[in-house]
Structure formats: structure tokens, C-alpha cells
């Protein structure tokens, strides 16, 4: 089988830079098309992919240009279809099988958007790896765009079990993506086999050459039932897991078009040498990456994946998008620590804005950048509003709950101009104004201020959301103006 990669766009040096990691705070997509031409596994069908940079929030999406009108199918666990030998999508007629190991070099390179083009109903295998997926990415590039990568963090375990299969599915919380798989086929010569990755970081070197593995029994059914149409010895390895005879070896030379296979060294047909000792176990790591991007959304988690498979795959990435689905609003809640020090503190908070006490309701700030700003409120009930404001029944006053929000969004207009102490902040409008949580003594106020657009001519748009803990207690759209104070 031969395979080849043909690049549309200038080639690319090695030294562009891939944007991976906790830095990434945008999406990203190709710089320019590139395609790739090989034969499918299964179907073995030459197909010609084309991979085409994507607007923000496009996703990954594979596009059947072989057909008519051409239907396109979103990279979604909602879509599979097929779990048997690979994972496959489908919807609106558009089929595209074998993805998993294109997901993974996706994920691996940090690449949020891009269109798949395909002329046939199964990605080229390559190799059995994401490595040639990988150079073709590299070669077109991968750009920064201007929109925010949200991933999001779980707090609390998420499970799967396949008692039939007996495999095992744990996503623990984590500051990183971490991946650690363990494989145990009763096999002599595999042997139980782990492998790990500690940061997505290291896929490109660790895990992404990795190729795809079966075993003689399974490689023998598959070719008697013509299974595998585009299989070649060059793109999987093949574990002899049993004595095999020369009239054997004569079969399966013939059928992958050799003059001779033997089985030398360590179980591997034709004496293919491992990238890693581990590679099978890698290769199911490659796998549970590929798979578990179907979930749709980035996560912060550490996988721990116990003899995984396709199908146990893609039902722990369903369990995945759930969890992320009955979550969501918990990703857009600020974190407060108050054992880190403030970024602006009260005396700062004072000098800034014109409010004093008893009509100041930021204690401080602690997130502070060119679009957003997170502040502080704990609310005590020696606060004097409540002297009035249902006394025996405490309850901080929604209207000064905006006016929380306000004042720290007016350190985030402040914080644009040179000069904050001649200028003031005036509201001009207050809209979609919600009330969820009732605000009491002893809580605390996170208040989370988001400029909706860029601040022209002093006038300033912000979202505001104030939480009390991971509950969201009041939101609202503000829009104030900045004006002088030698202008009034």
C-alpha cells in the first residue's frame, strides 16, 4: 500500500509554533489546507482528505464530497454509528469510518476547527498511527484565533463499567489531561501493558507514532471474511499469539503480496520492530484520545482506562458530555481562593473609585485583564443596609447587588485609561436583569463583570454575574460611561 501527503499551501518551517497547554486560551485552526491520500483499512478504498482551516466554534466536521450535495457530519458522539473495527459517524448520509486515529492528532496538536474533505467512506489508515495526520498538520500550520477555548474541569468523579467486557472507565478531577491506560489480552507475548501521558504535550512524541495492533487469529478471521481489504503489514503490527506453520506463512505472504513472513523475534509478524516496548499499550492511549474527543468539549481530567475499546470508548465520552452538559454553568464560575493575595486590595479599591464607606461593595479584586474582572463582596451582617432591609429576616437588597457588579466593573473601565482618579463611572442602562439566589449574611459575593464589546468613547458594555459559591445569584448587562470629572 503506499500513502502520500500533498501540501496546497507553501511548506511550513518546523519552528511555527503549536499553542498546547494550560497557555491555550484560544481556539485554533490550520493556517492552510493540506491533504493526505491513502487506503482505508476496511474498505480499502483509496481516498483523497483535505483538511481545511474552520471558523471559531466550527468544531471538527467531515464533509463527503463524494456524494451528492455533498453532507457533512459533525465529530460527535451523538453520530456513531459503528464501534466494531473503529469508530464510525454517520448522519444526513454522510459515513466516514475510522476516524479515531485523525481525532487524535487533532487533540494532540491543539487544533479546535477544521473541515475534513473526503472522497470516500473511511480515512486513509497511513501507518496505523496519527503520525503522518500529525506531519500533515505541522506542514499546514496551525493559527491562533480570536476566540476563547473554553475547557472545562470536573469536580467530582465520572464512572463507567462494562461488566461483560470488563472494562473500566475513571475520569478523576485534575489540574492537566492526563491519560493512563492498561491493557491485559492474556497474551504471552504482550503481557499486561500500561502506558501514560502526563500532559497532551507529550503526544506528539510519546503516543502519536504508536501504531495499531491485532493478533494473528483475529488478522485470520478478518481476511477469510475479507474484513480488511486495505490491510498491509506495514500499517499494523500483528502479534503471533500461536505456533504457526510454514503452509501458514506461505498463506499469508501471498495474501499481503511478500515473498516471504516469518516470525523471528518477541511474537511479531515479519519481525517488525516496535517503536516502544509498550507500543500496543500506547496505541490503546492514542485510541481513548481520539474517542474521547467526541464528547465534544475539552476537558481537565485524569483518564484512567482499563483494557479500553472502541465501543467502552465512546460510551465513556457520552458520559463525558453529559456531565458536562448538567455542568456547564459551573465552568464560567471564577475560582476564589482567599488564602492568594488580591491583585487590587481595599486601599488600592478606594484610591480607584469615588464610592467610600457605607456605599462601597467591593472589597477586592482578584482577576483583572483587558476584558474581564472578578471581585469580591463578603457580606457581614453588620452591614448597615440591614438595619432596614428586613431586619429579623436578613437580605442583601438586589439593588445593591448591581450596584457590587457596577463598581467592579467600573475598575475594569477605569483600568483602560492612564488616569482613573479624574474620571468617573455613570450608568446609562441596566438590562436583562435576573435575581436566582437569595444573598445572606455570612455569604460571599464573587462578582464576575465580561465586556460584551470593545469600550469606544468612554461608553463601556459588560455581562455581570455574581455567584455565591458555584450558584449563581444575580446576572445583568450594564452599560455605564467614563466621563471626566473636569467635563461634568
Do not use: W
Amino acid at each position: 500500500m503506499s500513502e502520500e501527503i500533498f501540501l496546497k499551501a507553501e511548506s511550513r518551517k518546523k519552528a511555527d509554533t503549536l499553542h498546547v497547554g494550560n497557555g491555550n486560551q484560544n481556539q485554533h485552526t490550520l493556517k492552510s489546507q493540506v491533504t493526505l491520500r491513502g487506503v482505508g483499512l476496511h474498505t480499502g478504498a483509496d481516498v483523497t482528505m483535505t483538511m481545511r482551516p474552520a471558523n471559531p466554534g466550527h468544531g471538527i466536521r467531515f464533509q463527503r464530497v463524494d456524494l451528492p450535495e455533498k453532507p457533512m457530519v459533525k465529530a460527535d458522539v451523538d453520530f456513531v454509528v459503528d464501534t466494531s473495527r473503529g469508530t464510525t459517524i454517520e448522519y444526513n448520509g454522510a459515513r466516514v469510518s475510522t476516524i479515531e486515529h485523525t481525532m487524535a492528532a487533532l487533540v494532540g496538536l491543539g487544533v479546535d476547527n477544521v473541515l475534513i474533505e473526503m472522497d470516500g467512506p473511511e480515512v486513509p489508515i497511513m501507518d496505523g498511527s496519527s503520525k503522518q495526520f500529525m506531519d500533515a498538520i505541522e506542514s499546514a500550520g496551525i493559527e491562533e484565533q480570536e476566540a476563547r477555548r473554553i475547557v472545562y474541569s470536573i469536580d467530582s468523579n465520572i464512572h463507567y463499567y462494562d461488566p461483560v467486557k470488563k472494562v473500566d472507565m475513571l475520569a478523576l478531577p485534575s489540574n492537566d489531561y492526563q491519560i493512563t491506560a492498561l491493557i491485559d489480552f492474556n497474551s504471552p507475548v504482550l503481557g499486561t501493558q500500561h502506558a501514560a501521558l502526563k500532559h497532551i504535550s507529550e503526544f506528539k512524541s510519546e503516543i502519536g507514532p504508536c501504531r495499531t495492533f491485532c493478533f494473528l487469529h483475529e488478522l485470520e478471521y478478518l481476511l477469510d471474511n475479507n474484513l480488511i481489504k486495505g490491510g498491509d503489514l506495514s500499517n499494523a503490527i500483528v502479534v503471533v499469539d500461536k505456533v504457526v506453520d510454514p503452509e501458514e506463512l506461505e498463506r499469508l505472504a501471498k495474501v499481503f503480496n511478500k515473498q516471504k513472513i516469518e516470525v523471528k523475534q518477541e511474537g511479531i509478524l515479519n519481525n517488525v520492530q516496535l517503536h516502544f516496548t509498550n507500543e500496543p499499550a500506547r496505541h490503546k492511549l492514542l485510541d481513548v484520545i481520539g474517542d474521547l474527543a467526541l464528547a465534544g468539549h475539552a476537558i481537565k481530567a485524569h483518564i484512567i482506562a482499563s483494557r479500553p475499546g472502541h465501543a467502552t470508548n465512546v460510551e465513556f465520552a457520552r458520559k463525558i458530555k453529559q456531565y458536562i452538559k448538567k455542568n456547564k454553568h459551573i465552568a464560567d464560575i471564577p475560582h476564589y481562593d482567599p488564602s492568594r493575595e488580591a491583585i487590587y486590595d481595599i486601599n488600592h479599591i478606594t484610591k480607584v473609585l469615588p464610592h467610600k464607606y457605607p456605599f462601597l461593595f467591593v472589597d477586592k479584586i482578584i482577576e483583572l485583564s483587558d476584558s474581564h474582572v472578578v471581585g469580591i463582596k463578603s457580606v457581614t451582617f453588620n452591614e448597615h443596609f440591614f438595619q432596614g432591609h428586613f431586619p429579623n429576616n436578613p437580605v442583601m437588597p438586589g439593588v445593591l447587588q448591581i450596584e457590587a457588579l457596577a463598581q467592579t466593573g467600573g475598575i475594569l473601565a477605569l483600568n483602560t485609561i492612564s488616569d482613573p482618579e479624574n474620571y468617573d463611572t455613570y450608568f446609562l442602562k441596566i438590562d436583562k436583569v435576573k435575581f436566582k439566589q437569595i444573598v445572606r449574611p455570612g455569604d460571599t459575593l464573587i462578582l464576575k463583570l465580561e465586556l460584551l464589546s470593545p469600550i469606544r468613547r468612554g461608553i463601556c458594555e459588560m455581562k455581570g454575574t455574581a455567584y455565591v459559591g458555584n450558584k449563581l445569584a444575580t446576572e445583568a448587562e450594564l452599560v455605564a460611561q467614563l466621563i471626566r470629572k473636569d467635563k461634568k
